[in-house]
């Protein structure tokens, strides 16, 4: 049957339509929320102030978890939070204690274990409505215009300095009582990471981790004393049995992972973080994950690949193996 004129305007304008809605859609302003979360710490609740970032797609490919450091907050990562969030991934930036008379410190200072244990739920126990990670989540999206949405269903570990240790720790405590969860953990990133001065969290966790096929690898700088001489990077190239673990950026800085978020209390130990760092940095950090999730890899991105040789070559990088 031929079709009148008018008829098949509209027939365009409706196929137009459903175009366009379509493409609203799949794609969004990306939104940065100021949220928060509830963690249990010994028998008290607290409320933790936590930010959201959400990309400019409604398919986020995973889920980042992003833990500053000791004596940090989630403010002083937001630059490499917002580069994951161009890059496609939904970002959650949570500030933990750094003292605490409970232990709920990102660091062990004593036993911190319970409290980590509690932080390692959020994840665990994602995809139940009614836990603090789905709670927060919800909370945010209705401020992001994200309104009825679901957390993604796969997870990224990220973790700069006693953050590194702390997302090693959860982690591993993921594999230990949320198989389902562990089984959609994509990455364990990180980010020049320190070992914390009590405990063996990171080592058990390591060892732990060491017998799973979970891609773990770090971004570190030199030896020195703001890193605790490298700690959390020496524990890692002991306890796990990979052919390629990551890279040290040869004049790196403690600071290199917070970049443009950083201030003067790391900068005053830790030294200013170099540009051609900061960019080494957050490419091979966003790259990775992004391969990590999508089970792939990028050559270039890794020891044999154009940007990895370059900046090999120009002694920029060393790998860590």
């Not at 450091?69 to 580069?83: K, P, Q």
């Not at 040290?248 to 790391?266: F, I, M, V």
């Amino acid at each position: 049957m031929s079709l009148s004129p008018r008829r098949i305007v509209a027939t365009l304008v409706m196929s137009a339509g459903i175009l366009a809605a379509t493409t609203t859609a799949a794609h969004a302003a990306a939104v940065e929320v100021d949220g928060d979360i509830t963690v249990p710490c010994g028998s008290s609740i607290y409320t933790q102030d936590a930010d959201w970032f959400f990309p400019a797609t409604t398919s986020p490919k995973a889920l980042v978890l992003l833990q500053h450091g000791f004596s940090r907050s989630n403010s002083n990562v937001a630059a490499l939070a917002r580069r994951y969030q161009a890059a496609g991934f939904l970002v959650f930036t949570p500030t933990l204690p750094s003292t605490n008379s409970s232990g709920c410190t990102v660091s062990n200072q004593g036993d911190n274990t319970a409290f980590l244990n509690s932080v390692a739920a959020w994840i665990g126990e994602a995809t139940t409505s009614t836990r603090a990670l789905a709670t927060s989540y919800a909370k945010a999206a209705t401020t992001a215009g994200r309104s009825g949405s679901t957390l993604p269903t796969k997870y990224v570990l990220a973790g700069h300095s006693a953050g590194g240790d702390a997302v090693t720790y959860i982690a591993n405590r993921l594999r230990t009582t949320f198989p389902a969860a562990f089984a959609n953990l994509a990455y364990l990133q990180l980010l020049d990471p320190v070992k914390s001065p009590s405990g063996t969290n990171m080592a058990d966790a390591l060892t732990g981790l060491n017998g799973t096929a979970l891609p773990i690898t770090a971004i570190s700088s030199p030896p020195y004393l703001s890193n605790g001489n490298a700690s959390g990077t020496v524990e890692l190239l002991a306890r796990v049995d990979r052919p390629f673990l990551g890279v040290r950026l040869t004049t790196g800085s403690h600071c290199d992972a917070e970049g443009a978020s950083t201030n003067w209390l790391c900068t005053l130990t830790g030294g200013a973080p170099k540009e051609r760092n900061v960019t080494a940095l957050q490419t091979f950090a966003v790259n990775w994950a992004s391969d990590a999730v999508a089970g792939a890899a990028t050559a270039t991105y890794y020891p044999g690949g154009s940007y990895y040789q370059g900046l090999l070559t120009g002694n920029v990088i060393q790998t860590l193996s």
